[in-house]
């Protein structure tokens, strides 16, 4: 499936590309498309516990479909992202009439949006970590994240002036580019995944993938948790810090997997709870002034840009090794999705939480989840980045050399 040799190993890209199209397509579509969903529901006509249950229903097919497509996804990988991608294009189309549905209906439309969303999305990122090496899949991971920053950033720039009907049509369409252009690149890889597939349960029971698990859940949780609070702290400046996060993150994606696989994943994940947790102790402190809201949205972007293109793609195919990744890539998910319908619960509350007081305890939890990783070992070979320093050694010795001649 790879080529290369055995000191230097090289992806190939020809394998490497419908891989990309289908991680970059479906990450940015699923970022849209939620976006969209959600500003829908805000414009609804409809009470606090109706606005939960849609939610919930998306949330609830996400879950579940998650679940099932890591099961049955590994043994048709082609098909079953044909399917996936088709199934996005059917329901974005079905989103242009969300506003003049029946409540039932729109509760069934959310349910088969979340569905269209998960029941992929493991096999996805198993795909991208099948046909990358352990010692470069940080850089790639950086690079496909990268894409997604700066592509979602430009396609929500091009729907903004659309209205809604338009903007879903146009999501649509973007789905079915991605379907169309993996139909004509998927024959030219062998996406099979590897075989020996885990039991959930015996992956909860490695140590290691613990020590990692538990610093995510606490930043998932924190992170939903407070941004409510942020979007009622910032008002309309909040839309330009996601703009912004998003420019920053595409950067720091292809930075941050760029040292992943020069120093380790452990030291990148680390480095990112630290800024995030300086990030909020700068807001805890002066709130009120706009300045700690640029220091936030500048250290929130660089934090999110490494944890992207580490967390969210490169960790857990490491974790996986040898074995079938698409449990562990769902292991890895699932609290970042479920994680997000806590952002929906605690909205409606945000008035009477003191600011303070939630970004003090951010920033404490957030710097408490660095301890578990100090115990974690590093997911990158160290054998790996001594062979990486090695390989630099005799380059630069043999230009050195090249000069004396």
């Known amino acids: 499936m790879r080529s290369g040799n055995a000191s230097k190993p090289k992806i190939v890209w020809k394998e490497f590309l419908p891989a990309f199209i289908v991680a970059f397509n479906s990450l940015t579509w699923i970022t849209l498309t939620y976006a969209m969903f959600n500003s829908s529901v805000s414009n609804l ?103 997604v920053g700066f592509g979602t950033l430009l396609l929500a720039l091009l729907i903004s002036a659309l209205n809604s009907v338009l903007a879903f049509l146009a999501l649509a369409a973007w789905r079915g580019l991605g379907l169309i252009t993996f139909f004509f690149t998927r024959s030219k890889a062998k996406i099979q995944s590897t075989r020996n597939p885990s039991a959930y349960s015996s992956i909860l029971r490695r140590r290691t993938v613990i020590l990692y698990l538990v610093p995510w859940i606490m930043f998932c949780l924190v992170n939903f948790v407070e941004a409510p609070m942020l979007e009622n702290l910032f008002g309309e400046f909040f839309i330009l810090v996601g703009f912004i996060e998003f420019a ?138 001594r062979e990486r320093e090695l390989r630099e050694y005799i380059e630069k010795a043999k230009k050195i050399k090249e000069k004396h001649d």
């Open 45 to 147: 006509h409809v009470s606090t516990i109706e606005t939960l249950v849609l939610f919930a229903a998306y949330y609830a097919g996400v879950a579940g479909s998650s679940i099932l497509g890591s099961i049955i996804c590994p043994r048709a990988r082609e098909i079953s992202f044909l399917l996936w991608m088709l199934a996005g294009v059917v329901v974005s189309t079905l989103l242009t009439t969300i506003t003049t549905n029946s409540t039932s209906v729109t509760i069934l439309t959310s349910l088969f949006l979340g569905i269209s969303v998960g029941f992929g999305l493991p096999s996805c990122l198993a795909y991208f970590a099948d046909v990358t090496f352990v010692e470069n899949r940080g850089i790639h991971g950086g690079i496909t994240w990268s894409a």
């Open 248 to 385: 920053i993150s595409g950067l720091f994606a292809f930075v941050g997997g760029i040292l992943a696989d020069l120093v380790g994943r452990k030291r990148i994940i680390i480095i990112g709870f630290v800024v995030l947790g300086i990030e909020y102790a700068v807001l805890s402190l002066l709130s009120e002034m706009p300045v700690s809201w640029y220091i936030y949205t500048a250290f929130d972007g660089i934090a999110w840009g490494m944890f992207a293109s580490v967390f969210l793609m490169t960790l857990w195919g490491d974790l996986a090794g040898k074995y079938e990744k698409e449990k562990y890539y769902l292991i890895g998910g699932l609290p970042y999705i479920l994680a997000s319908f806590l952002s929906v619960l605690v909205k409606p509350y945000v008035g009477i939480i003191p600011l303070g007081t939630a970004f003090s305890l951010a920033s404490f939890f957030l710097f408490l989840a660095v301890i578990p990783l100090m115990y974690a070992p590093e997911t990158l070979p160290e054998k790996k980045i």
